[in-house]
C-alpha cells in the first residue's frame, strides 16, 4: 500500500485511526446533511415545522457529544479506548440502519443508536491520538491537525453521496441513511483490521482487575452502566410509545440549563475532590476557558447543519446547466476546505514553532472567533438580496464557509491537542468528554437560533445575522486581550 501524509514522520498508529475517523464522519456528516431538510419535508419526511425540526437537530447534535463524557468514563476506568472505539463503531452502524425504515419510530430510534454509538468512539479516538505521542513531542498539533483531515475527507465525501440518493426522486432519504451505515461499516473493518498499529495506546483501562480495590470499582461502574442502560431504554419505550409526549424546544432549552449545571458540577468536582496539583488546577482553568469559547464557537459555526441548510434549500440558486444540485452538497464545503487548508495550516504551526512565533492557544481561539463572526456579517448581504425577493448565488454561502472553515482550523484541532496535553493523565478520556460537553452546548444552543431562521422571519435574517457576529468577534477580541495571562496558567504546556 503506498504511503499518506499521515505516515511521514508520525506513528503508524495515526493512519488506523485517520482512516477509522474518516468512515465514521463520512456515516454522521453524511447523514447530518439530510436530517434537517427530511424532517421538514411534508411529502416524504417527518412534516415538521422548522421551529420543531431545529430543535431536535439541536438535542441529537448536542447529544451525540454530550455522551462523550460517560463514554470516556468507560474507556478510561472499564475497558479502554480501543474496545470503546470498536464497540462505539458496531453501535453507529445499526442506528443508520434502522434509520433507512421509513417512519418516526425507526427514526428516532436510529438517532439515539447513533447517540450512543458516537459517545463510546468520538472521544476515545481522539485520546487514541493524543496518546501516541510522548508528552512535550513537537509533532503533536501537526498530527491532530492532520487527523482533522481524515475527518473532513470523510464529511465531504458523506453528503455527496449520502444527499444525492436522499433528495433524488428515484431512491429517496431512506437509501441516503442505508448508505451513511455501509460507511460506518467500512471504518469498522478498516479498525479490526490495522488494530495492531496502535501499540498500546488505549488499549488498557486505568483500572486494573488484578488489583483487589480495582476489582470493586469496577464491579461499581458495571453497575452504573447497566443502570444507565436500563434507564434509556426505559425513558425511550415511552417516549417511542407515545406514553409521554414532549415539546422539542422547551426539551432542548431545559437541555441546555443541564449541560452547563453538569460542566459546573464536573469542573468544581476536579478542583474541590480530584486531589490535583497547583499546577494541575491552574491548567483546568485554562480548559474552563477554552471549553466557553469552545460552546459559542459550534453555537455559530452548526448553523451550517441547520439554518444555512435550509438557506441553501430554500434561498439559493441551485440550478445550473439543467442540473438541480442537491442541498446536501452545500455541506460539504466546509470539509472541503478543511481538508485542503489543513495541511497548510499544520505547516503554518510547526513553521512558526520553529522560529518561537507560535500564537497561544487562546490567541487561536480568538481568531477563530473573529473569523466566525466575520462570516455571519457576510451573510446580512445574501439576506438582504432574499429580501428583495430573489435567490442568491452559492458564492455567499461559500465565501461564509471560508471564513468559518479558517477559524474551525484555528480553534478545534488546537482546542483537542490542548485539551490532551492540559488534561490530568488520569482524567485524559473524561477531559476529552469535557471539551465535546461544551461542543455539545454549543450545539444545543446552534439549534435554538437556528429556529428564529423560518420562513416568515425572513426580513429579521439581516439583525440577527449581525448579532451573532457581532457576540462572536467581541469574544474573539476579548481572548486576543488576555491571551498572556491565559498562556501563563498553562505552564510548560505550549
Known sequence: MTATPV???????????????????????????????????ASGGLGLDDQTAAAIYGLYTAAVYIVALPGGWIADRLIGAQRAIFAGGLIIASGHFTLAFPGRVPFFLGLLLIICGTGLLKPNISAAVGE???????????????????????????????STLGESERFGWHWGFAAAGI???????????TRHRLGDAGRLPSLDPERPADRVRIAAGWRVVGIAVALIVAASAALLSGLVEVDAVAAAERT?????????????YLFAFAGLS?????????????FLACALFWAGFEQTGSSFNLFAERYTQRIFAGFEIPAGW?????AFFVFTLAPVMAALWVRLAQRHLDPATPAKFGLGLIL????????????????????VLPGWLVMTYLLHTIGELALSPVGL???TKLAPHRFAGQMMGVWFLGTALGNLVAGLVAGRFHAEAVTDFPAQFLQIGLICAAAGLLLLFFARPIRRLMGDVA
Not at 15 to 28: I, K, V
Not at 278 to 290: A, D, F, H, P
Request: aromatic letters at 14%; proline letters at 2%; a positive charge.
Open 278 to 290: 497547583g499546577e494541575e488546577k491552574r491548567r483546568v482553568v485554562v480548559i474552563v476557558i477554552l
Open 417 to 419: 491537542s490542548a485539551t
Open 7 to 41: 505516515q511521514a514522520g508520525h506513528p503508524a498508529g495515526l493512519r488506523t485511526l485517520f482512516f477509522t475517523e474518516m468512515w465514521e464522519r463520512f456515516s454522521y456528516y453524511g447523514m447530518r446533511a439530510m436530517l434537517i431538510l427530511y424532517m421538514v419535508d
Open 330 to 334: 452545500f455541506q460539504s464545503i466546509n
Open 183 to 193: 460507511g460506518m461499516v467500512g471504518g469498522l473493518w478498516y479498525f479490526r483490521r
Open 132 to 162: 501516541l505521542y510522548p508528552q512535550g513531542d513537537g509533532r503533536r498539533d501537526a498530527g491532530f491537525t492532520l487527523f482533522y483531515m481524515g475527518i473532513n475527507i470523510g464529511a465531504f465525501l458523506g453528503p455527496l453521496v449520502c
Open 256 to 268: 441546555g440549563m443541564l449541560i452547563a449545571a453538569i460542566a459546573v458540577g464536573y469542573f468544581t
Open 372 to 391: 466566525l463572526g466575520t462570516g455571519f456579517l457576510v451573510m446580512i448581504g445574501a439576506a438582504r438580496i432574499v429580501i428583495a425577493g430573489n435567490q
